[in-house]
């Protein structure tokens, strides 16, 4: 089953400037190879739902081990059937635009 997962994830006790920690978290989801979108407030990421929880997972060790805090939401949309949902889904809504 197809998973798209829209992740944002942030530590709370780094000050108002945070990318250097959340580009430790895109960078996984980036060498994970599975399909990503980045976005402002956060990253969607298409997959089994193994492997995503796997990668929530790892995202949040990898700025856990040096913030003392970290926020990190997960929406999650499963599906049987196609996958490519990722520009799928985007595409739909632009071509009705």
Do not use: N, W
Request: charged share 25%; glycine share 8%.
């Amino acid at each position: 089953m197809s998973v798209l997962a829209d992740i944002s994830l942030f530590p709370l006790d780094k000050g108002a400037s945070v990318s250097p920690y959340v580009t430790r978290a895109v960078r996984l989801i980036r060498d994970s190879g599975l399909p990503f979108v980045l976005g402002p407030m956060g990253t969607c990421v298409e997959g089994e739902i193994e492997d995503i929880l796997a990668l929530v997972r790892d995202c949040h060790a990898v700025l856990a081990q040096d913030c003392e805090r970290v926020y990190l939401t997960v929406k999650l949309d499963s599906r049987r059937g196609p996958t490519g949902r990722l520009a799928a889904k985007v595409a739909a809504v632009r071509d009705k635009l």
